[in-house]
């Protein structure tokens, strides 16, 4: 097997799709893509994704087989200077759990809180 980052693929599970894709677009600047989904169980939009970058790909599920919720794993998002979206969150109807702070040599990440209730984090080196 070759040598690979560690996350391929995520998802963040929502109830109210168009609610959690507003609230996306709003804080991260980016539009999201419908996905089509080929067993018609769920409904996915994905964030804007360039395979050949570094990074994961992912995107809102809205499944009959999971819900979100806090407590479970975090997505962080990068950014330029995570203040920048955090100022967006709660204007985008979330919470912003713990604002900027320094995680030392690996930057700065800002805490949040999404629309349908679960924690992400924004990752800046500045």
């Known amino acids: 097997m070759s040598k690979m980052n560690a996350v391929g693929w ?12 507003a609230f996306y677009e709003t804080v ?9 989904d080929p067993t018609g169980e769920t409904q ?21 087989h ?15 200077d995570c203040a920048e979206p955090e100022a967006r969150v ?3 109807g979330g919470v912003v759990i713990k604002p900027k702070f320094s995680i030392g040599e690996f930057g700065f990440v800002a805490l949040c809180q999404d629309s349908e209730g679960n924690m992400f984090g924004i990752n800046s080196l500045k």
């Not at 395979?51 to 809102?60: E, F, P, R, T």
């Not at 999971?66 to 990068?78: H, K, N």
């Open 66 to 80: 999971a819900g979100p919720g806090v407590g479970g794993t975090i997505v962080y998002f990068m950014a330029d």
């Open 90 to 92: 709660a204007g985008a």
């Open 28 to 36: 991260l600047g980016a539009k999201l893509e419908q996905m089509g």
């Open 44 to 64: 996915m939009m994905a964030f804007p994704a360039d395979m050949s970058a570094y990074g994961a790909a992912g995107a809102l599920t809205k499944s009959p």
């Open 10 to 21: 995520f998802d963040i599970f929502v109830d109210d799709l168009d609610r959690a894709v």
